[in-house]
T-cell receptor
Framework: DAGVIQSPRHEVTEMGQEVTLRCKPI?????LFWYRQTMMRGLELLIY????????DSGMPEDRFSAKMPNASFSTLKIQPSEPRDSAVYFC???????????FGPGTRLTVL | RKEVEQDPGPFNVPEGATVAFNCTYS??????FFWYRQDCRKEPKLLMS???SGNEDGRFTAQLNRASQYISLLIRDSKLSDSATYLC????????????FGQGTELSVKP
């Protein structure tokens, strides 16, 4: 299996621009998670889906962030407009039904200038 | 109290040393716990699961103390390749699949 796939791996953009991060979970996994990691705050859960349905988005910082999962093999995290404080590594992870082992993608390193 | 708290680190130890990390959690209903390992600039990966009082896997031992609500990870005979950040992880009670990650403890093993 290819594992969790994320794109792009690196993104540099200017403040105010729209940023879209993409994730393909492991085939057959029911859960998909979006995390953000910074030195100051560590690894934070932003939102997670179960069977393509958003279950908990309480970690989404504000309305500038949105996430979708149109089908079982694809999810996006969008930031519009982006701000310098959004600079972080964004990880996508997936897990199977009832299991707690989450498999992480390689992450997207986002820099907002 | 934070949901998951870990030793601040960093821990700098020589090869062959034994090192232990502690982690406390606030939700007394939690039944299972995990240690994840994260190498520099890489994604976290599951290291060990702890479902009862403890678990041992080679040089690694994880122990659980439910009364005091803490988990520990012991690494014996440290190797250079053990250098990484170790994340204590607690499932969110009754929210299937959701995990709470600690801030992590950085370990650096020196020759």
């Amino acid at each position: 299996d290819a594992g969790v796939i994320q794109s792009p791996r690196h993104e540099v953009t200017e403040m105010g621009q729209e940023v879209t991060l993409r994730c393909k979970p492991i085939s057959g996994h029911d859960y998909l998670f979006w995390y953000r990691q910074t030195m100051m705050r560590g690894l934070e859960l932003l939102i997670y889906f179960n069977n393509n349905v958003p279950i908990d988005d309480s970690g989404m910082p504000e309305d500038r962030f949105s996430a979708k999962m149109p089908n079982a093999s694809f999810s996006t995290l969008k930031i519009q407009p982006s701000e310098p404080r959004d600079s972080a590594v964004y990880f996508c992870a997936s897990s199977g039904a009832g299991g707690y082992e989450q498999f992480f993608g390689p992450g997207t390193r986002l820099t907002v200038l | 109290r934070k949901e998951v708290e870990q030793d601040p680190g960093p821990f700098n130890v020589p090869e062959g040393a034994t090192v232990a990390f502690n982690c406390t959690y606030s939700n007394s209903a939690s039944q299972s716990f995990f240690w994840y390992r994260q190498d520099c600039r890489k994604e976290p990966k599951l290291l060990m699961s702890v479902y009862s009082s403890g678990n041992e896997d080679g040089r690694f031992t994880a122990q659980l103390n439910r009364a005091s609500q803490y988990i520990s990870l012991l690494i014996r005979d440290s190797k250079l390749s053990d250098s990484a950040t170790y994340l204590c992880v607690v499932p969110y009670y009754n929210q299937g699949g959701k995990l709470i990650f600690g801030q992590g403890t950085e370990l650096s093993v020196k020759p």
